[in-house]
């Protein structure tokens, strides 16, 4: 009798792969900027982005625009602007203070990992280590990425959480995962 984890890893794998295959049959059914920008760099697809403004100010701010334009590969977890907005108005500003560099970069780097983790590397990844895993950050910390439900969720050390909203967005230098939320290396 097979696990209900190991069913899971299953419908989730075929679903991903199904997924896969429409993208690269349809690309003009897809709702993300992101998708639409396969000969371009990561720096170049989200600032392009209407969906991650503030993501792109604050890769600016932190002078991450020349790592990101280079050839990688990296995978990017990239908050949403929606995902910036359940920070204060407050908390933005003081993030985006000259003092604060150190730490706004911090958590960006947070967001991104060294090499090519697709929705299907992090899949497998998952289904191998019984529905949960973990990834080492360019910022030197790990994050904890699992199974809820069928979401791929992203794990802080805070317990703060992000889910996987969109995936797959292949970059010429890496891939992009679309998040619903900001995790922390830190407290802010």
Known sequence: MKSPLLKLCVIAFCLLSTISFA?????TAL??????????????????????????AAVKATDL????????????????????AKFSK??????FLLENRKELKSLLTYHIV??????????????SGK??????????????????GTDIVLTDSFGNTAKITEA???????????????ILPSKL
């Open 114 to 127: 060294a090499g090519n983790l697709s929705a299907s590397k992090i899949l497998r990844a998952l289904c």
């Open 90 to 95: 407050e908390e933005l500003q003081k993030l």
């Open 131 to 148: 529905g949960k895993t973990t990834f080492r950050t360019v910022q030197g910390t790990k994050i904890n990425a699992s199974f809820v």
């Open 31 to 56: 709702p993300s900027v992101l998708y639409l920008a396969k000969d371009k760099n990561i720096v170049e697809t989200t600032g392009d982005s209407d969906n991650h403004k503030i993501l792109m």
């Open 23 to 27: 993208q690269n049959q349809s690309l």
């Open 65 to 84: 625009e020349d790592v990101l334009g280079q050839s990688g590969p990296f995978t990017v977890f990239a908050p949403s602007d929606n995902a910036f």
């Open 168 to 182: 797959d967005a292949k970059q010429s230098n890496g891939v992009i995962h679309e998040i619903d939320s900001v």
